[in-house]
Each structure stands twice: as C-alpha cells, then as structure tokens.
C-alpha cells in the first residue's frame, strides 16, 4: 500500500510499475485510469461493476479481498488514530496497517514481537532526521501566559440566575 497523489492514469501507473512485476496479471475494476495498462507490459484483467449486474453476477464478489482492505484500513485511521493523521506519516501508517494484516490470522502471534525484534537489530539504524517530516525548526515558540487564572477560553459572562437576586436575604 501506498499513498498517491491522485487517481489519474500517470499516478495509477507510476505505482503499478514500481510494485508490480512486469508480465503480471493486474485485476482492477472499471476504473478507467488503469487504461493502458497492457502498454505497460502488464495483463489487465478488468472487472467492472455494472458488466457484472448486466450479466447477472453479484457485484460484490468481484473484488472483495481489495474492498475489505480498503475498509479496514479507513476503519484503522479513523478509529486508532481518531482522524489526527499527518500526511508525512501516513508511509508509516500504512506499513503497520500491512504489517498487521497479514499477520492477522499467524498461528504464533506470540513470534510477532520476536520478528519485530529480529527486523530491528537485522536493519540498519533509523536516525531522528530521516523521522521528521522537515529539518526546518518550528517558526511559532511557546509564549507563557501573562496572568494566573482560568484560561480565556473558560472566561464567560456570569449566568443570569434572576431567582438568586430577588430579595432572599441569608440571615
């Protein structure tokens, strides 16, 4: 998985071309982006919708590995990380979406932290500038609060309360 730009011809072929081995056979749906494909060196084996209604197939068998994928992973970002998804992170998210999918159905999930941990000292090091989307410093610092006290932002008019000030006196 990857994230693109678009889903134009030049996007979908770019991304085609550079994970998938030439002479390979590419199922997509109707999409007419994936036109042109078999200019590529690629066997386009298109698998459209409406062809499938027109026949009387069921639609919905056509790709259901690839829908459930995408599903999943929407489901992933909004849920685990409630919508707050940066764009330059969004690499990283997708490798750990895959990573934890296909090991979804192990039957040693035990050995998960144990491939992770023969990944690392097998990989070289990962330095904190290849982490960060830009070496530029943030240009906005920190300015402490002027006053003590609750924050502007709880800072209301009072309540009109008419029935505190209507002639009841404590005595």
Not at 9 to 17: G, K, P, Q, T, Y
Not at 35 to 44: A, E, R
Not at 127 to 142: F, H
């Amino acid at each position: 998985m990857a994230p693109l730009v678009d889903a134009s011809a030049a996007s979908l072929h770019r991304f085609v071309a550079d994970h998938v081995e030439p002479g390979s056979t590419a199922i997509t749906d109707g999409w007419m982006g994936y036109h042109g494909l078999t200019k590529l060196g690629y066997f386009h084996d298109r698998r459209s919708r409406r062809a499938a209604r027109a026949r009387g197939d069921d639609p919905t068998k056509l790709l259901p590995a690839v829908h459930r994928v995408a599903s999943l992973s929407k489901r992933r970002l909004l849920g685990t990380h409630q919508g707050s998804v940066d764009a330059a992170h969004m690499v990283g998210y997708l490798n750990e979406f895959v990573f934890r999918f296909n090991r979804r159905t192990s039957r040693s999930r035990g050995m998960v932290f144990y491939r992770v941990l023969q990944l690392a000292v097998v990989h070289a090091p990962v330095r904190y500038d290849d982490l960060i989307a830009s070496r530029r410093p943030r240009a906005v610092t920190s300015v402490p609060p002027r006053k003590r006290g609750r924050p502007p932002s709880l800072e209301r008019p009072p309540a009109r309360r008419p029935w505190r000030s209507i002639g009841h006196s404590s005595g």
